[in-house]
């Protein structure tokens, strides 16, 4: 995308991982044990399902690792995405810590590519596959 290649040039961010297409992406899946990871592979999947974009997946800029950059139209999204093993566990599985860097990544995009709208988001996934999306 415009937006991944803009920030690639402008050096804010450090991809590790990069998708090709959604083929690549299932056979990362099937050999992944990880459920962080799988759960980072479902969340691409329901976006790309609703036609976003994905920029970034594991971005580490200076001030944090993203899990997931996702664009829709000149809107951006910076996702921290947690496994949830119990849904009474929802809060404790995400650091205040985390939560700051997010921030802090999402206030640097802005002053940097003033020209698109950032939002942060905590994505929880359960044991079921719900997806719930909480803005930061």
């Known amino acids: 995308t415009k937006f991944r290649n803009l920030v690639l040039a402008s050096g804010t961010v450090k991809a590790s991982v990069e998708l090709k297409n959604l083929s690549e992406l299932l056979k990362i899946y099937k050999k992944e ?42 809107k951006v999204y910076l996702l921290e995405v947690k496994t949830l093993h119990h849904d009474w566990f929802v809060f404790e599985r995400i650091k205040n810590k985390q939560i700051l860097k997010l921030l802090r990544a999402t206030f640097l995009f802005q002053k940097k590519f003033s020209e698109h709208l950032f939002t942060p988001y905590v994505v929880w996934i359960d044991k079921s596959k719900r997806i719930t999306f909480v803005k930061i």
């Open 33 to 74: 044990n990880d459920k962080g990871i799988r759960s980072e592979i479902d969340v691409i999947i329901f976006l790309l399902r609703q036609n976003f974009k994905i920029a970034f997946w594991r971005a580490k800029t200076t001030v944090a690792e993203i899990d997931l950059i996702v664009v829709r139209s000149n």
